[in-house]
């Protein structure tokens, strides 16, 4: 997390006056700050598997993108020597994977990293009669920080982040009329756009712009929709557009994800914080910095006020316009419970502001982007909801996933065309490497941010007050 924070120091350091050691103790002073706030929260938990069956179905879509190294990264390939060294590798591994038929990869494009024209495929999903779109991302946080704090462009009256613009427009230019072709030579009922880490920034944008066609999308269904599902988005857009298309794209934050939260305004308000808090560390001493356990006493509680001033004037401020995550915005976090296994998700709705309002500076955040987290919480969220809403049936809201289905593929009832049966393969049995890399990416899980606050010392006793009435009218 340090070496991340030198890296965005780097590129927005001009009037940034701070030796290493600074920069240290300030973050670590900072650190305890975010630490011991308490926790916002919305208590808006979604208890409804409808509400969140398409997005975790399509996450899978998402992380296809990667080709054969992003499946087998996620523990779900055959192994290098069987995926990577064969022929058109990373579509053959898509279409096992997403246990699909040749003839239903429509098309496809995987090529050298470039940061705003990312690869992508394009697929029939005869199961939700739709046409997905999956753009990639990057799994890596670190490496595409500067990218994320680009700077921002007008358009249709707010900002959005001009590389992800460039991006869509890229798109929308070459792929774009082949979407529409696909749509309506197969008759399908709604073209979904996903995409992961910097993917899905493109995905919403490219999204909006596919609106404007959507007369030509609807030549044979007039009810044909388009949607957008993004998986630890980047801040693509400004509060105005973000709300405006709440209809049309999901944004779906892992805890208090970076990516989520970067933006070039967000960046100098943490640049503000910082300053703050190394101005703080300098009256506090390396020993209580460093081997402090809980920030209690005056000389704590006057640092914290200090930097707690500093956080007010800039989340007031409209001096560093900010970019937010788009549309209907959803929050895993993971809730502490009792039990052999101790790890509990949980999914709030929330809304762009409270998430990409600022940066949250602690060692967890780079973690929380992670791919394998969004693996383990759909899981750990169906299972749940599937549990408790057992015996509904309705409109086949707990059909199984596509990796929890066996045997015959079922096709929506609104498909219209009939295809030919298609089975799937046998579930492959548990190995000892399933189990390892299950029981790695549980470990991974852990070292996230986890839901629960602090106990408040940095605000004074009206805030603390107002912060409880309103968790406990939440509650009620």
């Excluded at 990639?136 to 490496?143: E, I």
Aim: some cysteine; hydrophobic content about 40%.
């Amino acid at each position: 997390m340090i070496a991340c924070i030198f890296k965005l120091l780097s590129a927005f350091g001009q009037g940034f006056e701070l030796s290493n050691y600074q920069i240290l103790t300030g973050f670590a002073v900072l650190e305890k700050f975010y630490s011991d706030l308490p926790r916002e929260r919305t208590w808006d938990v979604v208890n409804n598997l409808e509400d969140i069956d398409l997005a975790s179905r399509f996450w899978s879509f998402a992380i296809a993108a990667y080709g054969w190294r992003g499946i087998h990264f996620m523990g779900k390939g055959n192994g290098i020597w069987a995926d990577g060294l064969r022929n058109q590798s990373d579509m053959l591994s898509v279409v096992n994977f997403l246990k699909i038929s040749n003839e239903d990869m429509l098309a496809y494009e995987w090529r050298k990293t470039e940061v705003f024209r990312p690869s992508y495929f394009i697929v029939r999903d005869r199961a939700t009669n739709s046409i997905v779109l999956s753009i990639r991302g990057t799994m890596s946080a670190f490496d595409t920080m500067t990218d994320l704090a680009c700077e921002y462009e007008q358009w249709r009256g707010g900002l959005v982040h001009s590389g992800w613009k460039a991006s869509a427009q890229w798109f929308l230019r070459e792929v774009g009329p082949s979407l529409i072709a696909y749509a309506n030579v197969h008759s399908t009922s709604a073209l979904y756009i996903v995409g992961h880490s910097l993917g899905s920034g493109t995905a919403a944008i490219l999204t909006i712009m596919l609106l404007d066609y959507l007369d030509e999308f609807r030549k044979d269904n007039p009810d044909f929709e388009i949607k957008c599902f993004g998986y630890a988005p980047t801040c693509a857009m400004d509060l105005h557009l973000s709300e405006k298309y709440k209809a049309h794209i999901q944004s779906f934050v892992f805890a208090d994800d970076i990516v989520s939260k970067l933006s070039y305004g967000s960046m100098l308000d943490a640049k503000a914080m910082l300053l703050a808090s190394a101005e703080a560390a300098q009256d506090l001493g390396v020993s209580k910095i460093f081997w402090t356990t809980t920030p209690e006493g005056e000389e704590w509680e006057q640092a914290f006020q200090n930097i707690a001033e500093v956080r007010r004037r800039c989340l007031e401020s409209n001096d560093h316009p900010r970019l937010y995550v788009a549309g209907q915005v959803f929050q895993f976090w993971i809730d502490p419970a009792p039990g052999k296994d101790p790890i509990r998700i949980v999914i709030e709705r929330t809304d762009a502001k409270r998430v990409s309002g600022e940066v949250i500076v602690r060692r967890s955040i780079l973690l929380d982007h992670i791919p394998t987290n969004f693996d383990v919480a759909f899981a750990r969220a169906r299972e749940a909801l599937m549990l408790d809403h057992s015996k509904q049936t309705d409109q086949g809201h707990l059909d199984p996933s596509m990796e929890e289905r066996t045997g015959e593929i079922h096709l929506d009832d609104h498909v219209k065309q009939t295809s030919r049966k298609q089975k799937l393969p046998p579930p492959k049995q548990t190995s000892i490497m399933d189990d390892v890399w299950s029981t790695l990416a549980r470990v991974g899980l852990a070292g996230t941010t986890h839901r629960e606050g602090g106990e408040g010392h940095a605000i004074d006793d009206t805030e603390k007050e107002e912060s409880h009435k309103s968790e406990t009218k939440a509650i009620e």
